[in-house]
């Protein structure tokens, strides 16, 4: 079974930063487009951050700049460096993988198969 496992949420201040992690197993991790979307309060899911093994690395216009998506192979992992944190980036963040490489739409969450539970980011 493929499993994602989103960490590293909390509590942060305006301007602060935080590092989320997502540990996968049971997938080909180096072959699939992996990515990270966040579910604001009363707004729907959207995406955030993706890499692809075709396209490279998307962000959404709202956290350009600020956040980074990188990876660690060897570990399986997908991180999300987020610096200069805003209230307005406050909500659940989920790590998400395709099936597929080179997404048209990669920032659509229609495109991706697995998800993670979900981790808590709160800036306040």
């Known amino acids: 079974d493929v499993q994602l496992v989103e960490s590293g949420g909390g509590l942060a201040q305006p301007g602060g930063s935080m590092r989320l992690s997502c540990d996968t197993s049971?997938?080909?991790?180096?072959?699939?487009?992996m990515g990270w979307f966040r579910q604001l309060p009363g707004k729907e899911r959207e995406g955030v951050a993706v890499l692809d093994r075709i396209v490279g690395t998307t962000c959404v216009d709202s956290v350009k700049g600020r956040f980074t998506i990188s990876e660690d192979n060897a570990k399986a992992s997908l991180y999300l460096q987020m610096n200069d944190l805003k209230v307005e980036d406050t909500g659940v963040y989920y790590c998400a993988a395709a099936a597929a490489a080179g997404l048209d739409y990669p920032l659509d969450l229609a495109g991706y198969n697995w998800w993670g539970q979900g981790t808590q980011v709160t800036v306040s």
């Open positions: 049971g997938l080909s991790y180096n072959k699939y487009c």
